[in-house]
T-cell receptor, first 119, second 110 residues
């Protein structure tokens, strides 16, 4: 595997279900990101992790819970979602630095996304 | 937060013609301007980027120009081919935060 991978690629869940999205990067990066992509809207940054520490929570509802056990893996735990949460969820990674978070010069590389449908 | 406006939202061009996408931004602290291409069923892929100390950059058929004074930057695709059909996103980066435009759906007609 190369680059950034995400599983599952498609997920359908009910509003009372609990599910998790997984992201893995094979680029040796230390910063990882979750984005939400809804139709006709710009990509929205949700969370940022740098060296396993969360550095950004962009006012995301608590029904989305991220987890970063190491610099290569990122999870997004989902529970009691709403139909409006249906979207493409994208993971990205970048080099990152130990001091002060990812650098502004860092290029972000995206995975293929998980298409989530909440019924 | 940063506001990035991207135009047009859709663009149809004849194969071999040029395509131009324009973006404006508001945050003068933005210093890095990547362009991403997203094909159906895939995540955004970086195709070209430009940094604030550069006014223009070219990579084969793709070029990007930046006017920091006016806070706008553009993507130019020359000699378009069917495989150029995709959604293109401009973005600005301030610190580590990427702010995206809403995207341009480009269709190259054979």
């Amino acid at each position: 595997e190369t680059g950034v991978t995400q599983t599952p690629r498609h997920l359908v869940m009910g509003m009372t279900n609990k599910k998790s999205l997984k992201c893995e990067q094979h680029l040796g990066h230390n910063a990882m990101y979750w984005y939400k992509q809804s139709a006709k809207k710009p990509l929205e940054l949700m969370f940022v992790y740098n060296f396993k520490e969360q550095t950004e929570n962009n006012s995301v509802p608590s029904r989305f819970s991220p987890e970063c056990p190491n610099s290569s893996h990122l999870f997004l735990h989902l529970h009691t979602l709403q139909p409006e949460d249906s979207a493409l969820y994208l993971c990205a990674s970048s080099q990152g630095t130990l001091a002060g978070g990812p650098r502004w010069t860092d290029t972000q590389y995206f995975g293929p996304g998980t298409r989530l449908t909440v019924l | 937060g940063e506001n990035v406006e991207q135009h047009p939202s859709t663009l149809s061009v004849q194969e071999g013609d040029s395509a131009v996408i324009k973006c404006t931004y508001s945050d003068s602290a933005s210093n890095y301007f990547p362009w991403y291409k997203q094909e159906l069923g895939k995540g955004p892929q970086l195709i070209i980027d430009i940094r604030s100390n550069v006014g223009e950059k070219k990579d084969q058929r793709i070029a990007v120009t930046l006017n920091k004074t006016a806070k706008h930057f553009s993507l130019h695709i020359t000699e378009t081919q069917p495989e150029d059909s995709a959604v293109y996103f401009c973005a600005t980066q301030s610190h580590y935060k990427l702010s995206f435009g809403a995207g341009t759906t480009v269709t190259v007609r054979a």
